[in-house]
């Protein structure tokens, strides 16, 4: 655990230092806010989704965000291509399949995405996962009807056959590559009262899958900061509105040591 | 009135205890905010437009909202299927007709949408309510060039034509379903130097609409309650940028009896 | 300079007396935020990008912004034809080539834009005024990887070749028309921190655009007044998210006799 807290504050470090720049396709109501976390954490952020520029900007991108929150046709090409670029270029790709289960066109377009695209990692809740797997999830518009522990086998069993990390969030997180595996136990139950904070987890992780090589490490590291992120705003504000700037605020002030010693990931036997 | 009030706590328990899904196809500037209210009120909100899932994320929800700020072609389409389907399921539907009366697009397309599906309820300014009737409404971008007190009765009289609650706002707010009728006196001028502050009643309105069946008093209970978390708001704070913060945390502030309390709604007589 | 501080201010009292509309064709990442930013100051914002409104919205307006921050085919579409209406009408064009430099769309589409609207204005970051001149520019995403010194005579001699404002901004921001110059101080390191600061200055140019006919005044006006609103929000705090927050109550609060008291433009001999 010492070895991890002290990989976790070094990616970290790089993040700051060669503030990379993450190229995000995602949804009209998160942009804003996951463009300021990112700036936050000390990365670049890049919105960027037309089919006629996805090619070019990825290739300057050191990691590319996938978000499906609110799909358009056009959107999933784009997806798809900028994807596929990446895979090319070795630029790590993360999936946040947001409302999968709730609607075909969600569900399927995950599921395109996950045949077409090498994902480096896949974080959603635990219905938007289950519905990726042969098992069919319910999911209530964008919130999860199940628990983390309830999916927990067939999100390692996904993890398995795509080999790609996934990650499910909740009140506890799992995270696993299907040989290894984490729970992560930071975070706080305000951030289920701000939009998109789900989408933000994935932009704190894209920033340190493109720092950190091994993508479960950079997941956990990513979850475990920005539950950090979610305690520490919490000190400072119980209303949602007041808490959404103060989680801005955190992710931007903790430091490295600050990270590395409230970060609270236990490793999972598989 | 004191089981006005005694039903609009009611009201806003049956929200937080049932957190009723509620589908948006709305405009861009004011997605992550609207989205935020909802989650404030105690509503779950869920973003979605694409012509391909539209129908199946209605019925899964308890309100649609159609919102026409940003308007495109495709989306209206969107808007007029969603809300069939939602007629079909027996869900409310609420119209914001922004900037209706400015541009000949919005002003066609708020009357085809009024043409083609029933709504329960239709909020906008004085300009875009008498944009909908025969007299010719003239807005400037999305602020109303009329007050309430002058097409009141253009208001009274779509309401009886349409079978649907109309709600003119500004300074009072005027509420009738061509039977009856209310003024809501809470509010506070604060609230028009936020952008989406229209939009985010629509959306309030849309959480009442959700388990509360009659629509007039639906409609009645969520302009009270967005104007008593405006005059909360202002007692944090009197600039502009961290009003629209305060306003969000006063919407997941208020408590029932508090609703209640502060709550000004006046019958009128038609 | 006594001249300038007085014409500023008077500006600025003509921006919150006529409350000028300003249309806006921009990205999708700072619509809220340049919204609140053009209420806090005192215009009127409208969003609107469908081809089929944009030459009757930008005809109800007094200045109208072009941003490509999130572009798509579309919409570079409805950007020239309400930039040709607004030149038929005499309503100022502002364009904002947000990330030109980092993908071949966006340098071309912005100098596509650039050939059939006459601009009163364009305020880019170096990397991106550069991308506009035969010199190739290199941009990291939508970020700099030069610094205003640098760029100075490929902007001035662009300005001259075009007959348009250029603003270069950075640590200090270069205005010229080409004959005149400004050199502006105000700012402050935190306003990288925030999502859309840069297009957030853009539409507080285009707010002064609305009122003071001189192209270069209005942009060196606009460019001090968000500097001053910069330096005035980190009075408050120094962290990221609540920063953003504090700048919107700056833009709302500096009045015309602060305005004037703290701008710091200096002339440039060309």
Known sequence: MENLKEKGAEALRKIREEKPLV?????????????????AIGASPVMAHSIDEVEDMVSLARALVLNIG???????????????????LGVPVILDPVGAGATPLRTETSKRIIEEVRLSSIRGNASEILSLTDERGRTKGVDSLHEVEEVWKEGLKLSQELK?????????????????????????????WVTGTGCTAT??????????????????FGLSYFGIAGEKAAEKTSSSGS???ALLDAIYEIKEEEFAEKMRLEEVKI
Chains 1, 2, 3 share one sequence.
């Open 23 to 39: 190229h995000n396709i995602t949804n009209f109501v998160v942009m804003n806010y996951t463009a300021n976390a990112l700036l």
């Open 70 to 88: 609110t799909l358009e046709r056009e959107w999933i090409e784009s997806m798809i291509k900028a994807g596929k670029r990446a895979n090319k």
């Open 164 to 192: 790609t990390v996934i990650a499910i969030t909740g009140k506890v997180d799992f995270i696993t590559d299907g040989k290894r595996g984490f729970r992560c136990f930071n975070g706080h139950p305000l951030l289920r």
């Open 203 to 220: 932009v704190i992780i894209a920033s340190f899958l493109a720092v950190e090589k091994d993508p479960l490490l950079a997941t956990a």
């Open 243 to 245: 808490y959404g700037i």
